[in-house]
């Protein structure tokens, strides 16, 4: 099962095992943003880690940068990150 957030993840986490079904030798679980508690909880969940510091890092640069700026002209500022799948005890079968 993947879910739109690691959020959402901890929702299906709880209802599996409320329904007794072994994660992840029945079914997988992965989420989305790579949120501390993702490495906390039992199964450990599997996430896809989109650099969300970086990307608010960035953004408060380029905020910071213009808000000196008193013209304001709209330019588009394209930065790509490499999302990486950190793969733990949801979705990994030992």
Do not use: C, W
């Amino acid at each position: 099962v993947y879910v739109a957030g690691d959020y959402a993840a901890l929702g299906a986490l709880q209802v599996l095992n409320e329904e007794k079904i072994n994660i992840p030798n029945e079914i997988a679980l992965v989420g989305f943003g790579n949120e501390p508690f993702t490495d906390m909880v039992t199964p450990r969940i599997t996430s896809v880690n989109q650099h969300s510091a970086e990307i608010g890092k960035q953004a408060a640069k380029t905020f910071l940068k213009h808000a000196k700026n008193k013209n304001v002209t709209q330019k588009l500022n394209k930065i790509i990150f490499d999302a990486t799948l950190i793969i733990r005890d949801s979705s990994d079968k030992k």
